[in-house]
């Protein structure tokens, strides 16, 4: 009833042809490009399973499995979701951002490459959902973790377990979004991430999919992978609506 009286006060339109009722009618958010197929995000060739390719892979020492990115940073609907979901604080687009990964996922079959059989995510425990955390300070000031209300919905959906308590902050970084210098955004989040000790290691030859909304050079994907590598996950992934 509430959501109801609110909605008559401050109705909705679609961010993209105005359409009353929705933040993203259907119409609009099925035109929506989806990725197809996966690539070494380091060069951006394409990938047969979406990993760093072993040319790359001998370059860097990043402990990053490979990134997979849902759908396209220059699509203005896309930009300007994230964009209220962030910084306008719409916590109800978390469930068409959510969609766009949803879909991608599948499209992509990841699941099933990952094991080269299909499997049933029902009861299926080989991965694990970790939302890229923000600093404390941050999440006081937004309110909520914008990357974490999407890897709940994947949770909900493909029923993945999802840790979000063993992953913390530690520096208070200034947004990716705001550096343009590819350097000073690698130097920002150096050393930015670690985990919380446990009883138990619960990544120990689990594949991890890491969830963030948008990627610029993948420094915060790589340093997450780095604090978590001495848990000895099976593979680190990076799972993104985009790169900016």
């Keep these: 009833m509430l959501s109801t009286i609110f909605d008559i006060i401050f109705p909705k339109f679609c961010l993209s042809c105005n359409r009353e009722g929705f933040?993203?009618?259907?119409?609009?958010?099925?035109?929506?490009?989806?990725?197809?197929?996966?690539?070494?995000?380091?060069?951006?060739?394409?990938?047969?399973?979406?990993?760093?390719?072993?040319?790359?892979?001998?370059?860097?020492?990043?402990?990053?499995?490979?990134?997979?990115?849902?759908?396209?940073?220059?699509?203005?609907?896309?930009?300007?979701?994230?964009?209220?979901?962030?910084?306008?604080?719409?916590?109800?687009?978390?469930?068409?951002?959510?969609?766009?990964?949803?879909?991608?996922?599948?499209?992509?079959?990841?699941?099933?490459?990952?094991?080269?059989?299909?499997?049933?995510?029902?009861?299926?425990?080989?991965?694990?959902?970790?939302?890229?955390?923000?600093?404390?300070?941050?999440?006081?000031?937004?309110?909520?973790?914008?990357?974490?209300?999407?890897?709940l919905k994947l949770n909900k959906y493909f029923k993945i377990p999802i840790i979000n308590n063993l992953l913390f902050r530690a520096k208070n970084t200034s947004p990716q979004m705001e550096i343009k210098d590819q350097m000073q955004r690698i130097k920002n989040v150096s050393g930015a991430f670690k985990i919380k000790g446990q009883n138990e290691n619960p990544l120990r030859n689990k594949s991890v999919i890491l969830v963030d909304d948008i990627c610029t050079t993948a420094a915060t994907f790589e340093n997450c992978a780095a604090a978590l590598k001495p848990l000895k996950p099976k593979e680190i992934w990076g799972l993104a609506l985009a790169r900016g």
């Design 23 to 151: 933040y993203v009618c259907p119409a609009c958010f099925a035109k929506i490009p989806l990725k197809k197929g996966v690539c070494c995000y380091i060069c951006g060739k394409r990938s047969p399973n979406g990993k760093t390719c072993i040319a790359c892979k001998t370059k860097t020492s990043s402990k990053l499995t490979g990134l997979l990115i849902a759908s396209d940073w220059n699509n203005m609907l896309v930009r300007q979701m994230i964009y209220e979901f962030k910084y306008r604080f719409i916590k109800e687009l978390s469930n068409p951002l959510a969609e766009i990964l949803i879909k991608f996922l599948e499209i992509n079959k990841f699941f099933n490459s990952l094991n080269h059989k299909p499997i049933n995510l029902q009861t299926n425990n080989k991965f694990i959902l970790i939302p890229v955390p923000l600093h404390k300070r941050r999440l006081s000031w937004r309110g909520f973790n914008q990357s974490e209300l999407l890897a």
